[in-house]
């Protein structure tokens, strides 16, 4: 058996993302409309009618306080294992690498001089959720001080822990309230998703603090939809709420679906929303999805055991590398898929290696068509969310992080957890049980760092 030391130290372990700084604004400018360019892990840039929209714009993760010591930030040359505090107040792990230009300030930091350079080809900024992989403050602050034309907005109440929380970089484990400026803060706005299920989940919506939707106006006289969609995540740091994104030109939909498992709640919005209200398709279908692992639990648990409780998380409650097949049937095959975000420890998901081996080979004979084997996948989930309508319905939303509240919020999770295994293992059981065949996972896609989704 491996240990997790002999893991650690193995070939498993992902470097950072290169990053040549020059080359990304060259692809940026070379962004035809509806193409999306990622950068690195979760941070995308999507342009729609001529406008530049950055995503999850992360170049560093950071863990705030010592209590955040083991999260692990991938992909980070093993040192997210370690999590250790490299100077007063400062966690960070590099999740891009960047090398400094023949000309360029070697004292700014990395994160500062690709916000940069970045920031006057960002017209605005979305931030799904506030875990460490997703938001990078320093890089989002110097956009916004570079171009002060950068619209940036974040999950509900963030202005406050961003304040709370970045200047525990400045002052150690002492949190200010009063570290952002009132220029920045002012500036930091939010969107209030809306809910898979508004009528059973009606207090979750804030009617009367945010829209669920702001208007860009783009370069060429139209204008760009941004919709904020509630996405059930167990994030650890303090976000009132994980959101994905609709994305919508006169001619491009986009779907952005940020770290979610395979729960009803995300499979109700892909319903929803892989049709617009005038009948347009999605052009384009972004999931963030992160496999972990095995490896991470050697030294804990056996081997065998390992992979239990990987699944066990993964498929239940962390984001399930399953439901980009599941957003495939929804969309019957029409729309291609694309993965980000890489995978837990080490491993990236948004390898096709890795995604190849994560599903199981088809074996049967009859060899399906995509839409045929597509549509099974949609009966079976569509027969499940039937199925278990009743013990749906007794769940509790899973977008309020652990974090931040109390023992009954975990108490919660505790008691819903076995539902959403239930119900995920529904499906994935099935998908194992059929296998998944090629001509399925061809319209998946695992684009890697700098590389333009089309
Ligand atoms: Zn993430």
Redesign the pocket.
Known sequence: MTTRGEFLKGENIFLPDKLEVNKVVEQINNLKDGETLKIS??FLIVRLGGINIAVDPAIQARSLSEKEENKFIPPSHGEASKSRKKQDGAYTYSMIEAPVEVNGNPNETNTARVGRILAQYIDAIFIS?L?T??YDFELIRTIMETNSNTKVYGPLGWQGVIAKYHSLEITGDNPTDNYLPEYVRKRMKSLSAKSADPNRDSGLNYPNLNPDRTILNAQNGESVSVKAIDIPHAGGLPAEFVQGFVLESKTNRILLI??AALSPEIIKHIKMNAQGADGNKLTQFIV?T?TLNPESFYGILNEQQSYVLRDEIEEGIA?SAYLPLVAAAYTEGETAISIV?SGFYYRSSSEESNLRGRYPEYKKADNPTLKEWLSRLRVKVDETLKEMEEQINTLGPLSISVGRHGRSEIGKLLRDFPIRRRFARKIVEWIKKEGVPDCVLEIIHSPQANEIIK
Do not use: G, R
Request: glycine share 0%; no cysteine; aromatic share 0%.
């Open positions: 892990h979760a959720h875990d992989d997703h940020p770290d963030l992160a984001h975000h």
